[in-house]
């Protein structure tokens, strides 16, 4: 495993570790990866980069989303404060903890409807064998 790439930017597909996700969809049953591709995806449902989920609606679903960590992530995370708005929709969403971030403050921290669960340890994205370089946290837009 390329651990340089693991710790820059330069890969944004890291799978979803699979117990992680079993855990939150026991919770909250999901109905759509917004940001998957044929061999990533945990939901039947799913966007891949070609269907670009940013433009896609949500509406009605339970959205599980682990967004490219690259710059767009800021794109990502009020995608899913816009969409949650819509009825019957919740979206849950993976991202690094980066409590300094103007994505953070203005869609995430001290919002209506959102709560923040951060997680101790360091997950294991994809098949990697070493732990993230950075803490996450799951956000929940209801």
């Given at each position: 495993?390329?651990?340089?790439?693991?710790?820059?930017?330069?890969?944004?597909?890291?799978?979803?570790?699979?117990?992680?996700?079993?855990?939150?969809?026991?919770?909250?049953?999901?109905?759509?990866?917004?940001?998957?591709?044929?061999s990533n995806h945990k939901c039947a449902h799913y966007f891949t980069e070609t269907d670009d989920g940013l433009k896609q609606s949500?509406?009605?679903?339970?959205?599980?989303?682990n967004p490219p960590y690259g710059k767009a992530i800021k794109d990502w995370v009020?995608?899913?404060?816009?969409?949650?708005?819509?009825?019957?929709?919740?979206?849950?969403?993976?991202?690094?903890?980066?409590?300094?971030?103007?994505?953070?403050?203005?869609?995430?921290?001290?919002?209506?409807?959102?709560?923040?669960?951060?997680?101790?340890?360091?997950?294991?994205?994809?098949?990697?064998?070493?732990?993230?370089?950075?803490?996450?946290?799951?956000?929940?837009?209801?």
């Amino acid at each position: 495993m390329n651990t340089e790439v693991m710790f820059s930017s330069k890969a944004m597909d890291w799978a979803t570790p699979q117990d992680f996700f079993n855990q939150l969809d026991s919770e909250f049953h999901f109905t759509l990866d917004p940001c998957a591709n044929q061999s990533n995806h945990k939901c039947a449902h799913y966007f891949t980069e070609t269907d670009d989920g940013l433009k896609q609606s949500w509406g009605g679903q339970t959205v599980f989303c682990n967004p490219p960590y690259g710059k767009a992530i800021k794109d990502w995370v009020k995608k899913c404060f816009e969409e949650a708005k819509q009825p019957n929709t919740t979206v849950v969403l993976l991202i690094p903890a980066r409590t300094d971030t103007a994505y953070f403050h203005d869609y995430i921290y001290l919002k209506p409807n959102v709560e923040i669960r951060f997680i101790r340890g360091r997950l294991k994205f994809g098949d990697g064998k070493n732990s993230a370089p950075f803490p996450s946290m799951v956000v929940i837009f209801r």
